[in-house]
């Protein structure tokens, strides 16, 4: 069974860069098969795409996150990790990591991060 | 970027009703759309794949249909745990996005 587990600090300073990581069991990163992404979701709101990386390393982001959000995987640990720099209070959310495919959609998702932008 | 929109926002309803909640996408996404069910504090939950297909596991009471642009999502009687939000997602092209979401609550 695939699992997956989002770690990471749960308060950031506005302005620092947010950082996560999300380690992956029962698959592998270096996969061809599947894209690897992360999800977003303010309280009490719905669910924003962030963004996904390949193993190739080809990475997609939203366009109203691109200039401050980065992908990168980490093969020898199994995991990939979410960088997203100049944070302010409106990125305050839980932040889910997931396995994605374009047929199958996003298949197997971590149980979400809660991270707090405050001073 | 293509925009996902759902309807209703919300709706009420008993055991055993069927609920039907549409999503319809800004351009044309062939069959690329997917749907997740969430509880409250729980991550999402693929329900069903490319439109109609039933992701494993997955009563057999929920089922997809459309193409193009308009999509369906149908509980064919619903159950206690079935109250939850849905969201819908295209997969097509990224930036991936998700409807807005529907919340299906106790009439």
């Known amino acids: 069974q695939v699992q997956l587990q989002e770690s990471g600090p749960g308060v950031v300073k506005p302005s620092q860069t947010l950082s996560l990581t999300c380690t992956v069991s029962?698959?592998?990163?270096?996969?061809?098969?599947?894209?690897w992404s992360w999800i977003r979701q303010p309280a009490g709101k719905g669910l924003e795409w962030i963004g996904r990386m390949f193993s190739s390393g080809r990475t997609d982001y939203s366009p109203s996150l691109k200039s401050r959000v980065s992908i990168s995987i980490d093969t020898p640990n199994n995991q990939f990790s979410l960088k997203l720099s100049s944070v302010t209070a409106a990125d305050t959310a839980v932040y889910y990591c997931?396995?994605?495919?374009?047929?199958?959609?996003?298949?197997?998702w971590g149980q979400g991060a809660l991270v707090i932008v405050s001073s | 970027d293509i925009q996902m929109t759902q309807s209703p926002s919300s709706l009420s309803a008993s055991l055993g009703d069927r609920v039907t909640i549409t999503c319809r996408a800004s351009q044309n996404i062939d069959a690329y759309v997917n749907w997740y069910q969430q509880r409250p504090g729980k991550a999402p939950n693929l329900l069903i794949y490319?439109?109609?297909s039933l992701q494993s596991g997955v009563p057999s009471r929920f089922s997809g249909s459309g193409s193009g642009t308009d999509f369906t999502l149908s509980i064919s009687s619903l159950q206690p745990e079935d109250f939850a939000t849905y969201y819908c997602q295209q997969t097509y092209t990224p930036p991936f996005a998700f409807g807005p979401g529907t919340r299906v609550d106790v009439k």
């Open positions: 490319a439109t109609s």
């Open positions: 997931a396995r994605g495919s374009t047929w199958f959609g996003e298949d197997f």
């Open positions: 029962g698959d592998s990163v270096r996969t061809g098969s599947y894209f």
